[in-house]
């Protein structure tokens, strides 16, 4: 005996409402609202199912008809029929937009939002009676839109959109209110906008909206926290005789019963102080709002998985606040969260950013984490199914691998680490490339003979390749790890990864587009050529095309980092043989176009010392008195101006370039005072 | 790292001057990958002895005043290839750390005791009897103090019948990268030297590498 199947039913259902939907009859109409309004609420199924069978525009077009028809002429009884059938549908509206994308997506085509606020939010309504009712349903509607990013966003600049905003705000009813903080919450995102909104004056009503309902505390604490992040100047202007008395109610509301209210609370006060540190300075406040929120990560919810990226936000860069977190167990408590398992991935996600904070700076963090065995959970999410999750676990291990205590024992270097971190280099997302790239570059500064695993494991390969990725930041990250496992590398090591790389990639990455890339491409050769002695015939690979390069940035460079790393590159191959050393002196002496003089002396004037340094240190080392040919290049230095330029700089403000400074005088003077 | 043997020592006075308030500078010969080596000095009251000492910097956070690399002890007669230790070091800046170490069972006497045996300590003693030295500027002060504390041995086991358990004053010539040292532990004999010199391991001049942390 045949069945009808659920979706049948549901569709026989669905096509009987929406029939009775265009009913002539206001009651049918009214009564096919509820019931339609009663099938959706809470249940994404339905709202689908209703969806495809276009009920958003049928209600749409009944509310347009609804509002039309409200007649002031008109009796009472029809009166209160328009009424209800305004305030269903605003309802059944809300109810499609509420956390269901697609529903707010139709809501928005069918212009729905609009129409919600002209018909239920003007001031002028005809009929007093049940003003309220059809204002209250349009807010709670328009706060559900409001509560999806594809809410349309509301222009504060235009001066009518203004004062309706303030007219919401100043409303009695906390649908209404709660609408005007959920629409800054929403829109307001530019510097430009928080002022307007600041010296319009809504702090103050937001302020005591704080001592309402729950809803309009919840909303008001968003939208303050909206109209001060990363705002200074507004919240300096803040400060007045009612600052003391908002931040206290703020503090206090931090204790609030309602987990969602603490958490939004204490994201206000984060807020604030992140804008200005002069506030909430002092410590109990800071360990109050350290230890709620990591009471809140107990919360099973969605406010226990927000709770970490808040908590992240207090601490991120600041070492104070990463001591006084870890003084109360902040690393073990997110650890105990960590080991609970089946986390879901938001939360997930959230604590490993967290602990990354917390290891960011303090060794003390670190060595915790490394005594807890974190890394162990840290490595499975490595293969997490969630890709946030993945760059999350990246950048914690990045943070806690920066310990060079621990990479000095090599505590990173091991196959449980690097297999399924190399696994990441190929990564489908680029986040999650760049984040693996960030730990990997740290892994491999190593100190023991173990970065032959590494190499072992396809790592070089993959840097390599992702040295030539069209993606800048990923071409930088690459060559960023590289540099650092070429540091102090064995010979050996060296042959493998220059046999991977070859010459020619290495000439084109000093001479890419992107400045920071050259600047690491430099500091890799500069690696490259120190240690034995024999490293420095690297450079002259290829007919020398990587000097040649070399030498063509010095020429055109203009940024100091770039200047740096070139010069130590031609500063370490001048502590090489004699050839080596003429080579350094060709690149020196070859003027650039239009340039009257040598660019060494260019950056032995930089106003950053750190290039003079280097820039000395090359003149330094090519007219060394034990090689023989040093008297010969110093007369070159001296012809090319270069040494009368080192003399004046015997004063140097900087001590490490006068003491060079000092040395290499001393050193001029040892050879024949006739040369110079 | 010293053999353990009973000792004693008595401290010495010297007078000093002033200054104002500062970190130390950053110095090209004291960065990461720098190699030194040198003579430690083992003598006891049997019999003279010093090992060639290798020591490399692994890492540097000037902001920390921290430091740390590695020891390498050769011709040490009780092991059968050389020995390594890793160590940490503390940077007297001033902001992260003093004169007085304030632990390792170093007393304040004991400290001016070390650091009176560098002359170019001289200058620096009476602000650091009154303050530790906390009001110093060393910014242009060509020498750096430190104290280097080994950590763990990285190549042999703790059986191996040398001791880590003290420390070393240090002082680091900017200009030349010189290094002098003198142990401390009180169950070892007293001032046992350190003696380094900036290496350039077969280079004619100095060669510099780099990483970067992310």
Same mark, same amino acid.
């Given at each position: 005996?045949?069945?009808?199947?659920?979706?049948?039913v549901?569709?026989?259902?669905?096509?009987?409402? +929406?029939?009775?939907l265009?009913?002539g009859?206001?009651?049918?109409k009214l009564?096919?609202?509820?019931?339609?309004?009663?099938?959706?609420i809470?249940n994404?199924?339905?709202?689908?199912?209703?969806?495809?069978l276009?009920?958003?525009?049928?209600?749409?077009?009944?509310?347009s008809?609804?509002v039309?028809?409200?007649d002031?002429?008109?009796n009472?009884?029809?009166?209160?029929?328009? &009424?209800?059938?305004?305030?269903?549908?605003?309802?059944?509206?809300?109810?499609?937009?509420?956390? !269901?994308?697609?529903?707010?997506r $139709?809501?928005l085509?069918?212009?729905?939002?609009i129409?919600?606020?002209?018909?239920?939010l003007?001031?002028?309504?005809?009929l007093?009676?049940?003003?309220m009712?059809? *204002?209250?349903?349009?807010?709670?509607?328009?706060k559900?839109i409001?509560q999806?990013?594809?809410?349309? =966003?509301?222009?504060?600049l235009?001066?009518?959109?203004m004062? !309706?905003?303030?007219?919401?705000l100043?409303?009695e009813s906390e649908?209404?209110?709660?609408l005007?903080?959920?629409i800054?919450?929403?829109?307001c995102k530019?510097?430009l906008?928080?002022k307007? +909104?600041?010296?319009a004056?809504?702090?103050k009503?937001?302020?005591?909206l704080?001592?309402?309902?729950l809803i309009?505390?919840?909303?008001?604490?968003?939208?303050?926290?909206t109209?001060f992040?990363?705002?200074?100047?507004v919240?300096?202007?803040?400060?007045?005789p009612?600052?003391?008395?908002?931040l206290? /109610?703020?503090i206090?509301?931090? =204790?609030?019963?309602?987990a969602?209210?603490?958490?939004?609370?204490?994201?206000c006060?984060i807020?604030?102080?992140? $804008?200005?540190p002069?506030?909430?300075?002092?410590?109990?406040i800071?360990?109050?709002l350290?230890?709620?929120?990591?009471?809140?990560?107990d919360?099973?919810?969605?406010?226990?998985?927000e709770?970490?990226?808040?908590?992240?936000?207090?601490?991120a860069?600041?070492?104070d606040m990463q001591k006084?977190?870890?003084?109360?167990?902040?690393?073990?408590k997110? @650890?105990?969260h #960590?080991?609970?398992?089946s986390?879901?991935p938001?939360?997930?996600?959230?604590?490993?950013?967290?602990?990354?904070?917390? /290891?960011?700076?303090?060794?003390?963090c670190?060595s915790?984490?490394l005594?807890l065995?974190?890394?162990?959970?840290?490595?499975?999410a490595?293969?997490?199914?969630s890709?946030?999750?993945?760059?999350?676990? /990246?950048m914690c291990?990045?943070?806690v691998?920066?310990?060079?205590k621990?990479l000095?024992?090599?505590s990173?270097?091991n196959?449980?680490?690097?297999?399924?971190?190399?696994?990441?280099?190929?990564?489908?997302?680029?986040?999650?490339?760049?984040?693996?790239?960030g730990a990997?570059?740290?892994?491999?500064?190593d100190?023991?003979?173990?970065r032959s695993?590494?190499?072992? #494991?396809?790592?070089? &390969?993959?840097?390599?390749?992702?040295s030539?990725?069209?993606?800048s930041?990923?071409?930088?990250?690459?060559?960023?790890?590289?540099?650092?496992?070429?540091?102090l590398?064995?010979?050996k090591?060296?042959?493998?990864?220059?046999?991977?790389?070859?010459?020619?990639?290495l000439?084109?990455?000093?001479?890419d587009?992107e400045?920071?890339?050259?600047?690491?491409?430099?500091a890799?050769?500069r690696n490259?050529?120190?240690?034995r002695?024999?490293?420095?015939?690297?450079?002259?690979?290829e007919?020398?095309?990587?000097?040649?390069?070399?030498g063509?940035?010095?020429?055109?460079a203009? =940024?100091?980092?770039?200047e740096?790393?070139?010069?130590?590159?031609?500063?370490?191959?001048?502590t090489?043989?004699?050839?080596?050393k003429?080579?350094?002196?060709?690149?020196?002496?070859?003027?650039?176009?239009?340039k $009257?003089?040598?660019c060494?002396?260019? %950056?032995?004037?930089?106003n950053?010392?750190r290039?003079?340094?280097?820039?000395?240190w090359?003149v330094?080392?090519?007219?060394c008195s034990?090689s023989?040919?040093?008297?010969?290049?110093?007369?070159? +230095?001296?012809d090319?101006?270069?040494?009368?330029?080192?003399?004046?700089? *015997?004063n140097?403000?900087?001590?490490?370039? &006068?003491?060079?400074?000092?040395t290499a005088l001393?050193? !001029?003077?040892? !050879?024949?005072?006739?040369?110079? | 790292?010293p053999?353990?043997v009973?000792?004693?020592s008595?401290?010495?006075? *010297?007078s000093?001057?002033h200054?104002e308030?500062?970190?130390?500078?950053i110095?090209?010969?004291?960065?990461?990958?720098?190699?030194?080596s040198?003579?430690?000095?083992?003598?006891?009251?049997?019999k003279?002895?010093a090992?060639?000492?290798?020591?490399?910097?692994?890492?540097?956070?000037?902001?920390?005043g921290?430091?740390?690399?590695?020891?390498?002890a050769?011709?040490?007669?009780?092991a059968?290839?050389?020995?390594v230790?890793f160590?940490?070091?503390?940077?007297?800046d001033?902001?992260? @750390?003093?004169?007085?170490?304030g632990?390792?069972?170093?007393?304040?006497?004991d400290?001016?005791?070390h650091?009176?045996?560098?002359?170019?300590?001289a200058?620096?003693?009476?602000?650091?009897?009154?303050?530790?030295?906390?009001?110093?500027?060393?910014?242009? @002060?060509?020498?750096?103090?430190?104290?280097? &504390?080994?950590?763990?041995?990285?190549n042999v086991?703790?059986?191996?019948g040398?001791?880590?358990?003290?420390f070393? @004053?240090?002082?680091f010539? /900017?200009?030349?990268?010189s290094?002098?040292?003198?142990?401390?532990?009180?169950n070892?004999?007293?001032f046992?030297?350190?003696e380094?010199k900036?290496?350039?391991?077969?280079?004619?001049?100095?060669? %510099?590498?780099?990483?970067e942390l992310?």
């Open positions: 005996m045949p069945t009808t199947t659920a979706s049948a549901c569709t026989t259902v669905g096509n009987n409402i +929406l029939l009775r265009t009913s009859e206001r009651d049918v009564k096919a609202l509820r019931e339609l309004k009663n099938q959706i809470g994404r199924t339905k709202k689908l199912s209703f969806l495809k276009g009920a958003v525009p049928a209600v749409a077009g009944i509310l008809d609804a039309s028809a409200v002031v002429a008109d009472d009884e029809n009166d209160r029929i328009v &009424k209800d059938i305004i305030v269903q549908s605003a309802a059944v509206l809300g109810s499609f937009a509420c956390g !269901f994308e697609a529903g707010v $139709a809501v085509d069918a212009g729905a939002d129409l919600i606020q002209r018909g239920c003007v001031e002028e309504m005809p007093l009676k049940s003003y009712e059809v *204002v209250d349903a349009g807010a709670r509607s328009l559900m409001y999806s990013k594809m809410a349309p =966003k509301y222009d504060f235009q001066e009518e959109n004062e !309706f905003l303030l007219s919401l100043n409303n649908n209404v209110s709660g005007g903080a959920s800054i919450s929403h829109s530019t510097s906008e928080q307007l +909104l600041f010296d004056g809504v702090l009503r937001l302020t005591s704080l001592g309402g309902s309009q505390r919840d909303a008001s604490l968003e939208s303050i926290a109209i992040k990363n705002n200074p100047e919240v300096s202007q803040f400060v007045g009612d600052t003391g008395r908002t206290s /109610c703020i206090e509301i931090v =204790k609030d019963r309602f969602r209210t603490r958490l939004l609370a204490s994201l006060l807020v604030i102080r992140n $804008a200005s002069c506030y909430l300075q002092d410590v109990g800071k360990t109050k350290i230890n709620n929120l990591l009471e809140l990560l919360d099973p919810g969605r406010v226990g998985d709770a970490s990226f808040a908590f992240s936000s207090l601490i860069e600041k070492e006084l977190a870890f003084e109360v167990n902040g690393v073990d997110l @650890y105990n #960590l080991q609970k398992g986390l879901h938001r939360r997930f996600e959230g604590i490993l950013l967290a602990l990354a904070d917390m /290891c960011s700076k303090l060794e003390c670190r915790r984490c005594s065995q974190v890394l162990k959970l840290v490595v499975d490595l293969a997490h199914d890709s946030d999750v993945r760059s999350a676990a /990246c291990l990045r943070s691998s920066r310990s060079i621990n000095s024992a090599g990173f270097m196959e449980t680490i690097v297999i399924p971190l190399v696994r990441l280099l190929d990564d489908t997302s680029t986040a999650v490339q760049v984040a693996a790239l990997i570059s740290n892994i491999v500064v100190f023991t003979t173990r695993t590494f190499i072992r #494991l396809g790592g070089v &390969k993959l840097l390599v390749q992702l030539k990725s069209m993606d930041t990923i071409r930088l990250n690459a060559l960023r790890a590289l540099r650092n496992l070429i540091f590398a064995e010979d090591c060296k042959e493998e990864i220059f046999m991977e790389l070859t010459a020619s990639l000439a084109s990455l000093i001479c587009p400045p920071s890339v050259q600047e690491q491409a430099l890799l050769v490259l050529v120190d240690g002695i024999n490293s420095v015939e690297y450079i002259f690979a007919d020398g095309i990587i000097l040649d390069a070399v063509r940035q010095l020429r055109i203009s =940024k100091a980092e770039i740096i790393q070139g010069m130590y590159v031609l500063g370490n191959v001048a090489g043989k004699e050839s080596h003429e080579a350094v002196m060709d690149q020196l002496l070859l003027r650039a176009e239009n $009257a003089q040598s060494i002396i260019k %950056f032995l004037q930089s950053d010392s290039l003079r340094t280097a820039a000395v090359a330094l080392n090519l007219t034990s023989p040919g040093s008297s010969g290049r110093l007369v070159k +230095l001296h090319a101006g270069i040494v009368s330029h080192v003399k004046n700089m *015997v140097d403000p900087c001590l490490d370039v &006068k003491l060079r400074v000092k001393e050193q !001029f003077n040892s !050879f024949d005072d006739s040369l110079v | 790292m053999v353990r009973a000792e004693s008595a401290p010495s006075q *010297v000093g001057a200054s308030e500062s970190s130390p500078p110095c090209s010969l004291l960065t990461v990958g720098q190699a030194f040198g003579t430690q000095n083992v003598s006891n009251l049997q003279e002895e090992w060639r000492v290798n020591v490399r910097i692994q890492g540097c956070d000037l902001e920390h921290y430091l740390c690399g590695t020891m390498e050769l011709n040490v007669p009780m059968d290839t050389p020995v230790t160590w940490e070091g503390e940077i007297v001033a902001k992260n @750390y003093t004169f007085y170490t632990k390792w069972e170093a007393t304040p006497e400290d001016i005791r650091w009176t045996k560098f002359p170019s300590f200058p620096l003693l009476s602000r650091v009897e009154a303050d530790g030295g906390k009001s110093l500027d060393l910014s242009n @002060y060509p020498y750096i103090f430190m104290r280097w &504390k080994e950590q763990y041995f990285v086991g703790t059986d191996c040398l001791t880590i358990a003290g070393y @004053y240090v002082c010539s /900017c200009s030349d990268g290094i002098n040292g003198f142990y401390y532990d009180p070892s004999s007293p046992q030297k350190l380094l900036c290496a350039n391991e077969g280079r004619s001049g100095f060669s %510099f590498s780099s990483y992310q």
